[in-house]
C-alpha cells in the first residue's frame, strides 16, 4: 500500500504538502479552505507582536518564472490572531503558526502564544529578505539564531520550526546553530533578495524597491540548499521554493526534505496544486515501488 | 502570468466632476468585469475594472484618495504601469439581463452589457448620488432596451436607490439574470432583492488588494479570493459567505464592519 | 547623437555589452568571434596555473529559465593560454583576461602573466561557486578579497576587476575590502549555488552534484546586487546575471552598472544577442532622450 | 531550451562486435544529423548522433572506451538520460547526392538518407575497417539507388577507402551534393576529392563537447561551435578553418595534433 503520510518533528501529516507561510493563510477561513484544497498542514502568515500595514503598493511583481514580493509583514499583530487561531481549531490539516520578531524575548512570546492559540507548530521567520530589523537581518547570525530557538525552547513544548534564508554563505552554521539550540526541524527556504526594475518609469517597481524572489526560478537553489543541509544535520529539513509540481517535490524530498512548502504555486498553478502534486507523487511512487514518502527521503545522497 | 507593462494615456474624459476615464492602447485580452492592477510610481497601485475592452483599453476612476486624485489629474502622453487583467470576470449570461450599477460599478459593468452584443435583452439602472455623477449613460443607451436612472438627491431621474429600482423592475417583468457592481452594502441588498424573487445574480465585489494574484490574501471574503475566484460571484456563493456585507479586511489583515 | 561608447574604469567600450567569463571565450578564435558579433569587450575563460580538465562530465543542465552549470573550471593553463593570447592580439574588442587562484601570490603571477600577454584588463574570479579552494571560498571573505586585490595591484598597471558572488550577505562588505584595497571595478554577479536532480535516476544530475545558475533566473538577483554595490561604492560595476536583451542590460544600467556581461544569453538567444541588445538599447535611447549610456547610470537611484 | 529527459531502452541491436543501437520513445521532433548528449549515471555523458528519427528514437553507439562501453551493456528497459537535439543536422539536398560514411558515420548520415526519400537519387558508400563493421547496410540498400562498401583488410566490398570510392563515383557520375560523416582524417581527403570535382558537400564533424548546448566553447573548430553551428559544415565553411583535419582541442581547451 503506497502511503503519502508523513511524520515532521512530530508533526502527523497526511501528505508532504504544506501551505508556505504568507500565502492565503492571514485568515482563519483562507487556511481551512487551504487544507481543504489538500494541503497536508497549513502554515500561518508570520504573526508578529503589532498590527502591521506592511508596504504600500507595488507589493508583487510577476515575472515568467515566478514573483518579487515585498509585502513588508502585513499581519494584524498576535492578539487579534487569537481570534483566527480560534476559527481554525476545525482545521483538517495541523496549523503552523509562523511568527517574526526583533529579539529573542519577543520570539519566545510571540511562540508562547501561538501555543496557547493551539497550534501544532511554531515556525520562526528568521528569513524574511526584506524587513528592517527582521528577519533575515538576525538569521545569517548563528549566535542570534541559537540564542532565539533556545529562548523559543524554553517556553515551548509543541515543535519548533526555524525557517532559514538562502542569502548567506553560512547556511550550514547557522542550521547547526539551530539544531545545536534544541530547534525540531529546518524549513528552507525563504525568498531570494532580488529587484525588478521598469526602465520606462526609471525606478524599481516595488515600493519597498527591493523584495524576494520566489517560484520556479529558485527551486534548483531551495534544493542545493536542502541536499546540503542534509548533509549536515540530523533534524528533520522541510524543503521550500519553487515548488509546482510532483516532480518538484520529489526532488527537494530526495535532497533530503521530510516534506515540502508550497507557495507561489498558488497563485501560479492555482488551489488544486496540493491535489496534483499528491496525485503525481503516488503515482510516481508506485511506478517506482516506493512504498512510503520516508523511503524517498534523502535518496539522492546514496 | 501578468507582467507589468508601461502604458501612455492616449485620451482623458471627463466623465463628471472627479470621474475620469483614461485610455491606452494594450494587446493582451481582456474578458469583461476583470481588473488591471495600475502602478503609479511614488504614488500606489489599486485595482481598477477594465471600463473598455477593446484594444484601446480604459479605466474609469472616482478619485477618493491620493491614487485616484493622481490618476484623475493624468493628461495624454503620461505614463501608467499595468498588471493583468486578474479575475474571473462576468460569464455573459443568455435570456433577459438587467443591470444595476452603482457609482464607479458601472465600469465594470458596461463592457458585459457591450459583451452581451443584443441591446434587446438588456436593460440597465444606473445609480447615483446626485445627476453630475451619473456615469456612462451614452455607452449604456446604445447597448440596451431601456435604461432607468436614480439619484439619491432626485436631481436626475427617480429620486432613490438603485435597489428600488431592481425592485420595481424585478416585479415588472421576468430577467433569467441579474448583474450587479457597487458599493457592498448595495450589493447586499440587491442579492436580497434577487433572491426574494428567485433570479440568479452576478456581483462584482471590492476588497482590499495587495498582489492582485491570488498569493497574499488581503482580498479574501471567508478565505476566498476577490482577486482569483472573483471579483465576480454567483447568488449562489454569495449566500455563503458570512462576510459579506457585513465585514472586510482592513491593511493588517484585520476584520472591521463595512 | 545617441552613442553607446562607454568607459570603464579606464577601458573604452564601442558598447556596453562584454562577454561574459567561461562562454565561448578559451580560444583566441572564439574571442575573436564573439568580438565580431558585437560584443563591446571579451573577457577569456578563467584561466588558472597549470591545465585542468574541469569535471566529468554532465556538466550543464538546461532550465526552462537558465542553465545549471559545474564546468570545474578547466582551462589549458596560463603558459598554453599564452598562445591564444598572441593570436587574438587584433581583437576589435578590449580582452579582459580572467584568472581565478588560491592564493594572494597565485593570483598575482596570473594577472601579471595576463598584463604581459596583452590583456586590457584583469578579472579577478573571487565568486566561482562549485570549486574547491578557489572562487567563493575566498571570495566571501573581506580580508582574503583585500589581500588578493591589493596584491595583484602591486603588479599590475592595467585595471583590476573583483568579480564577486551573490552567495552571502557580506556582497557589501567584500566589495568595500576590494574598492579599499585599489580595485578598479566589480563585477557582480558570478553564478547561484544550486542543483538539480533526476528523480527517475534518483541522484543529482551534475557529476559535481552542485552546480551555479544563471540566465534568467538570477536577473533579479544580480539586478538587486548592482543596486545595492551602486549605493555604496564608488568604483564602477559592471552587472552580469541573465542578461538576455536589451530591456535586462537597460535594467542593470538604471541599477548602476556602467557595462553588463553576457553569458547564458549566447546559448539561449545566439551570437547575436549583443547586437540585439545593442540595436534595442539604442532605440530605447533615442525614444527617451539618452544621450550616452552614463546618462543611464544608475538614475534608478534617484 | 533541451530538458534532461530519462528514457527507457525498448530494443538494443547488436550491429556488430562492439557496435550498438538502442531505440527508445521520445515525442521530441529531430532533424537528421542531430544529437543527444545521452548520460549514464555515474558513468558519462556524451554526444550521439540520433540513428533514428521516428518517434522511436536511436543511437547506434561504438564502444571506445569507458562510457560508450557502459551503453553497449544496456539491456532492454534499462534507463539512460538524453538531452537535444543539438546541433543544425543535414539541409536534405536537391538533385543526386552522394553519402559517404566512415564506420559509425553512418548512424548519422542514414536519417538523412531516409529524409531524400527518393531512393532514385541517392547512391552510398560505406567503408569499416573489416567486413563485420560493416554498419547498417540492409538499411542504406532500401533508402538508395545503389551501395558499395570498402574494408580496410577487403573482408568484404573493395579493398581501400571509401574516399577511394568518392572518387571513382565522381570521375564516374555526376553528383549535386557530397553527405559525410566519420573520422577528420577521411572528412579532410573526401573535402578535398570533392573540391576538386567542383563538388560541394556537406560533413559532419566530431569534437569534444561539454555542454552541447553552445555555451562552454569546448567543441570550437576556428571558434565556430561545434555543437551548435555544427556539427555539419558545408564545404565553403570547412575550406575556412585552419583546424579541420589538423587539430583539435582536448578537455582542458589545449589543441592537440589530430
Ligand atoms: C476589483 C476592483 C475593481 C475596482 N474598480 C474600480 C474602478 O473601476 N473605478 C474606481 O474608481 N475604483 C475602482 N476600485 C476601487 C479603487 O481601487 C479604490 O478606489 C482605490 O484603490 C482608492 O485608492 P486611493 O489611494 O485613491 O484612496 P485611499 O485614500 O488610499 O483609500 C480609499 C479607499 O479605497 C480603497 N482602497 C485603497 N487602496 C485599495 C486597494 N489597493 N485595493 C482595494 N481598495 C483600495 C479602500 O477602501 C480605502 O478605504 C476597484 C477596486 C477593486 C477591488
Ligand atoms: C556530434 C557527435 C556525434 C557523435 N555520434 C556518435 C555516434 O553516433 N556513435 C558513436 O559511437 N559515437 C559518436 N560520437 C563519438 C562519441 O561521443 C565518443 O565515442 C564517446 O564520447 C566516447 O566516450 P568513451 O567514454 O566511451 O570514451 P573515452 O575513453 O572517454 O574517449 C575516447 C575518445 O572519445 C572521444 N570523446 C570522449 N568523450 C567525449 C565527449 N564528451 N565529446 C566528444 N568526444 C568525446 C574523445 O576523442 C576520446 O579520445 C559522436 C561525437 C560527436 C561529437
Ligand atoms: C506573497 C508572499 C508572501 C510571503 N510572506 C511570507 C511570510 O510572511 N513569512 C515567511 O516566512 N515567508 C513568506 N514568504 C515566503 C514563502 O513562504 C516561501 O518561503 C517562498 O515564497 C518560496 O517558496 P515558493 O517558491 O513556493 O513561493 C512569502 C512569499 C510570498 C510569495
Ligand atoms: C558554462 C558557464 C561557464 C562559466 N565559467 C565561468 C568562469 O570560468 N569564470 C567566471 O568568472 N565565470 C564563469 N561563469 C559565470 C558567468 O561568467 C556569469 O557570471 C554567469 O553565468 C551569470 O551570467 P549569465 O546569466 O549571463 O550567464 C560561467 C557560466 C557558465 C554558464
Ligand atoms: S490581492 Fe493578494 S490574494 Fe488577492
Ligand atoms: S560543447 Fe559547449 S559550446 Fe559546444
Redesign the interface.
Given at each position: 500500500m503506497t502511503s503519502l503520510k508523513v511524520e515532521v518533528a512530530a508533526l502527523k501529516l497526511s501528505n508532504p504538502t504544506i501551505l508556505a507561510s504568507g500565502v492565503m493563510d492571514e485568515t482563519a477561513a483562507s487556511l481551512l479552505n487551504m487544507a481543504r484544497a489538500g494541503a497536508g498542514a497549513v502554515v500561518t502568515k508570520s504573526i508578529g507582536s503589532e498590527p502591521r500595514k506592511g508596504y504600500p503598493n507595488p507589493t508583487l511583481v510577476e515575472l515568467d518564472w515566478g514573483y518579487i514580493n515585498a509585502m513588508g509583514l502585513p499581519n494584524p499583530g498576535i492578539e487579534a490572531f487569537a481570534e483566527e487561531m480560534r476559527l481554525a481549531r476545525g482545521c483538517p490539516a495541523p496549523v503552523i503558526g509562523s511568527i517574526f520578531a526583533s529579539s529573542a524575548k519577543e520570539f519566545s512570546f510571540l511562540a508562547s502564544k501561538m501555543q496557547d492559540y493551539g497550534a501544532a507548530a511554531v515556525e520562526l521567520n528568521l528569513s524574511c529578505p526584506h524587513a528592517k530589523g527582521y528577519g533575515m537581518e538576525l538569521g545569517v547570525d548563528p549566535e542570534m539564531v541559537s540564542a532565539v530557538v533556545r529562548e523559543v525552547k524554553s517556553v515551548c513544548s509543541i515543535p519548533v520550526f526555524a525557517k532559514l534564508t538562502p542569502n548567506t554563505h553560512q547556511l550550514m552554521e547557522v542550521a547547526k546553530a539551530a539544531e545545536a539550540a534544541g530547534c525540531d526541524a529546518i524549513v528552507a527556504v525563504n525568498t531570494v533578495k532580488a529587484m525588478a526594475i521598469s526602465v520606462e518609469m526609471r525606478r524599481p517597481i516595488l515600493s519597498n524597491k527591493g523584495g524576494g524572489l520566489s517560484g520556479p526560478a529558485i527551486k534548483p537553489i531551495g534544493l542545493r540548499c536542502v541536499y546540503d543541509l542534509h548533509s549536515t544535520l540530523n533534524i528533520p529539513i522541510i524543503g521550500v521554493g519553487g515548488v509546482e509540481d510532483w516532480r518538484d517535490a520529489v526532488e527537494y524530498i530526495m535532497a533530503g526534505a521530510s516534506a515540502v512548502q508550497v507557495g507561489s504555486a498558488v497563485g501560479r498553478v492555482g488551489l488544486n496544486v496540493f491535489e496534483l502534486i499528491c496525485t503525481g507523487m503516488k503515482e510516481f511512487m508506485v511506478r517506482e515501488g516506493f512504498e512510503s514518502v520516508s523511503q524517498m527521503v534523502g535518496v539522492a545522497h546514496e | 502570468?501578468?507582467?507589468?507593462r508601461?502604458v501612455t494615456i492616449t485620451s482623458v474624459t471627463k466623465e463628471a466632476p472627479g470621474i475620469t476615464t483614461l485610455r491606452f492602447h494594450d494587446e493582451i485580452k481582456v474578458k469583461p468585469g476583470q481588473f488591471y492592477?495600475v502602478?503609479l510610481?511614488r504614488v500606489?497601485?489599486?485595482p481598477m475594472s477594465v471600463s473598455y475592452t477593446s484594444v484601446e483599453k480604459g479605466i474609469t476612476v472616482k478619485e477618493v484618495g491620493e491614487a485616484t486624485r493622481a490618476l484623475g489629474k493624468l493628461k495624454i502622453r503620461d505614463?501608467i504601469?499595468i498588471?493583468g487583467p486578474y479575475g474571473n470576470g462576468y460569464r455573459i449570461p443568455k435570456g433577459t439581463v438587467l443591470v444595476a450599477g452603482g457609482g464607479t460599478g458601472m465600469a465594470s459593468l458596461l463592457p458585459a452589457v457591450e459583451a452581451i452584443g443584443d441591446p434587446g435583452r438588456v436593460d440597465v439602472l444606473i445609480g447615483a448620488k446626485t445627476a453630475g455623477e451619473v456615469l456612462l449613460l451614452d455607452r449604456a443607451r446604445k447597448a440596451s432596451r431601456e435604461v432607468h436612472v436614480s439619484t439619491d438627491d432626485g436631481s436626475m431621474g427617480r429620486k432613490g436607490t438603485v435597489v428600488d429600482m431592481v425592485q420595481e423592475h424585478l416585479e415588472m417583468k421576468h430577467y433569467d439574470m441579474v448583474l450587479g457592481c457597487g458599493p457592498e452594502r448595495m450589493l447586499s441588498a440587491l442579492l436580497k432583492a434577487c433572491d426574494e424573487k428567485s433570479v440568479k445574480c452576478q456581483l462584482s465585489l471590492e476588497r482590499y488588494m495587495?498582489?492582485?494574484?491570488?498569493?497574499?490574501?488581503?482580498c479574501?471574503i471567508?478565505?476566498?479570493?476577490v482577486c482569483?475566484e472573483g471579483p465576480v460571484f454567483s447568488s449562489a456563493e454569495l449566500r455563503k459567505m458570512k462576510e459579506f456585507g457585513s465585514s472586510k479586511?482592513d491593511?493588517?489583515?484585520?476584520?472591521v464592519k463595512l
Amino acid at each position: 500500500m503506497t502511503s503519502l503520510k508523513v511524520e515532521v518533528a512530530a508533526l502527523k501529516l497526511s501528505n508532504p504538502t504544506i501551505l508556505a507561510s504568507g500565502v492565503m493563510d492571514e485568515t482563519a477561513a483562507s487556511l481551512l479552505n487551504m487544507a481543504r484544497a489538500g494541503a497536508g498542514a497549513v502554515v500561518t502568515k508570520s504573526i508578529g507582536s503589532e498590527p502591521r500595514k506592511g508596504y504600500p503598493n507595488p507589493t508583487l511583481v510577476e515575472l515568467d518564472w515566478g514573483y518579487i514580493n515585498a509585502m513588508g509583514l502585513p499581519n494584524p499583530g498576535i492578539e487579534a490572531f487569537a481570534e483566527e487561531m480560534r476559527l481554525a481549531r476545525g482545521c483538517p490539516a495541523p496549523v503552523i503558526g509562523s511568527i517574526f520578531a526583533s529579539s529573542a524575548k519577543e520570539f519566545s512570546f510571540l511562540a508562547s502564544k501561538m501555543q496557547d492559540y493551539g497550534a501544532a507548530a511554531v515556525e520562526l521567520n528568521l528569513s524574511c529578505p526584506h524587513a528592517k530589523g527582521y528577519g533575515m537581518e538576525l538569521g545569517v547570525d548563528p549566535e542570534m539564531v541559537s540564542a532565539v530557538v533556545r529562548e523559543v525552547k524554553s517556553v515551548c513544548s509543541i515543535p519548533v520550526f526555524a525557517k532559514l534564508t538562502p542569502n548567506t554563505h553560512q547556511l550550514m552554521e547557522v542550521a547547526k546553530a539551530a539544531e545545536a539550540a534544541g530547534c525540531d526541524a529546518i524549513v528552507a527556504v525563504n525568498t531570494v533578495k532580488a529587484m525588478a526594475i521598469s526602465v520606462e518609469m526609471r525606478r524599481p517597481i516595488l515600493s519597498n524597491k527591493g523584495g524576494g524572489l520566489s517560484g520556479p526560478a529558485i527551486k534548483p537553489i531551495g534544493l542545493r540548499c536542502v541536499y546540503d543541509l542534509h548533509s549536515t544535520l540530523n533534524i528533520p529539513i522541510i524543503g521550500v521554493g519553487g515548488v509546482e509540481d510532483w516532480r518538484d517535490a520529489v526532488e527537494y524530498i530526495m535532497a533530503g526534505a521530510s516534506a515540502v512548502q508550497v507557495g507561489s504555486a498558488v497563485g501560479r498553478v492555482g488551489l488544486n496544486v496540493f491535489e496534483l502534486i499528491c496525485t503525481g507523487m503516488k503515482e510516481f511512487m508506485v511506478r517506482e515501488g516506493f512504498e512510503s514518502v520516508s523511503q524517498m527521503v534523502g535518496v539522492a545522497h546514496e | 502570468m501578468n507582467k507589468q507593462r508601461i502604458v501612455t494615456i492616449t485620451s482623458v474624459t471627463k466623465e463628471a466632476p472627479g470621474i475620469t476615464t483614461l485610455r491606452f492602447h494594450d494587446e493582451i485580452k481582456v474578458k469583461p468585469g476583470q481588473f488591471y492592477m495600475v502602478w503609479l510610481p511614488r504614488v500606489d497601485e489599486v485595482p481598477m475594472s477594465v471600463s473598455y475592452t477593446s484594444v484601446e483599453k480604459g479605466i474609469t476612476v472616482k478619485e477618493v484618495g491620493e491614487a485616484t486624485r493622481a490618476l484623475g489629474k493624468l493628461k495624454i502622453r503620461d505614463q501608467i504601469g499595468i498588471r493583468g487583467p486578474y479575475g474571473n470576470g462576468y460569464r455573459i449570461p443568455k435570456g433577459t439581463v438587467l443591470v444595476a450599477g452603482g457609482g464607479t460599478g458601472m465600469a465594470s459593468l458596461l463592457p458585459a452589457v457591450e459583451a452581451i452584443g443584443d441591446p434587446g435583452r438588456v436593460d440597465v439602472l444606473i445609480g447615483a448620488k446626485t445627476a453630475g455623477e451619473v456615469l456612462l449613460l451614452d455607452r449604456a443607451r446604445k447597448a440596451s432596451r431601456e435604461v432607468h436612472v436614480s439619484t439619491d438627491d432626485g436631481s436626475m431621474g427617480r429620486k432613490g436607490t438603485v435597489v428600488d429600482m431592481v425592485q420595481e423592475h424585478l416585479e415588472m417583468k421576468h430577467y433569467d439574470m441579474v448583474l450587479g457592481c457597487g458599493p457592498e452594502r448595495m450589493l447586499s441588498a440587491l442579492l436580497k432583492a434577487c433572491d426574494e424573487k428567485s433570479v440568479k445574480c452576478q456581483l462584482s465585489l471590492e476588497r482590499y488588494m495587495k498582489c492582485g494574484a491570488g498569493l497574499c490574501g488581503s482580498c479574501v471574503i471567508d478565505g476566498i479570493r476577490v482577486c482569483r475566484e472573483g471579483p465576480v460571484f454567483s447568488s449562489a456563493e454569495l449566500r455563503k459567505m458570512k462576510e459579506f456585507g457585513s465585514s472586510k479586511r482592513d491593511e493588517c489583515g484585520c476584520s472591521v464592519k463595512l
